[in-house]
């Protein structure tokens, strides 16, 4: 039988949020003691138990909850007065929610894009880059980092894209880049950018809105040229700079620039 973290590594091989339930202090008796740990599904299917009955179904409920919010928390619970349960006793009930990594879309394995893929594996992006130059793909050396070998064309189709998806675009092609916006201007995103100097965006705004590809509305939404303003110089820097700007929006930062 599985143990309960190899159940969690499972699921976000799989990129399902859960919540790990953990009875952290009991008083009195108890149907489990302190230790006993539950994972909670998104469709409230569970694997584990912290003692069944009334409490464990409460427990399923806050936990729904908990990955609704995202944010931790810690619950008391007076099995007789709460919940009928003849034992009597209390029970502290911590539930965590471990939720799917945002994935990183890497457009380009460039000194950029390079660089870029090393910062964010130590900010928890899953990171994917994706180029059609093996020579390129092949100097990326860290352990972790998920390297695609294909003309982005190929790459496209068959990437998912939701709400937790990051996507930088920065290929050694105007006209790649401007293909790959186009189509990811339609997909889920968190995050969208293209990097550039300030004639190549606005360029393709022009070209976009003309050829209605994209509205100003749309086009107002992606972030080019890409990440905060620093007076970024080298690729490093440069990297630093998207990934700083990533990550203001994950933690749903406004910053300038």
């Known amino acids: ?48 138990t912290i003692g069944g009955g009334d409490l ?17 928390s810690t619950f008391k619970h007076d099995l007789l007065h709460q919940h009928n349960m003849c034992c009597g006793g209390s029970a502290e009930i911590y539930i965590e929610p471990i ?17 870029l893929a090393k910062y964010a594996l130590n900010f928890e992006f899953e990171v994917v880059i994706i180029d059609d130059r093996k020579e390129f793909l092949d100097e990326i050396k860290p352990d972790g980092i998920n390297k695609m070998n294909i003309h982005y064309s190929a790459a496209l189709p068959v990437l998912p894209f939701d709400e937790q998806t990051y996507i930088t675009i920065m290929t050694y092609s105007h006209p790649y880049d401007r293909d790959i916006l186009a189509y990811c201007l339609k997909k889920p995103s968190a995050y969208l950018g293209m990097i550039g100097s300030q004639r190549k965006v606005e360029m393709t ?11 100003k509305e749309e086009l107002d939404k992606v972030d080019m040229p890409m990440g905060i303003d620093i007076g970024a110089k080298d690729p490093d820097e440069i990297a630093i700079s998207i990934l700083a700007k990533m990550i203001a929006v994950k933690n749903h930062v406004q910053v300038s620039g």
């Open 56 to 72: 464990e179904k409460k427990v399923i409920e806050r936990a729904l909850q908990v990955l609704k919010s995202r944010q931790p």
């Open 1 to 48: 039988m599985k143990t309960i973290f190899e159940k969690i590594s499972e699921a976000q091989k799989q990129h399902l949020d859960v919540a790990l339930c953990i009875v952290v202090n009991t008083k009195g008796s108890t149907p489990r003691e302190a230790g006993a740990k539950m994972l909670v599904y998104p469709d409230g299917t569970i694997f584990g």
């Open 99 to 115: 939720m799917k990594k945002n994935k990183l879309y890497i457009f380009g394995a460039g000194h950029t894009g390079h660089a």
């Open 205 to 215: 705004k022009k070209m976009f809105e003309e050829g209605m590809i994209a509205s």
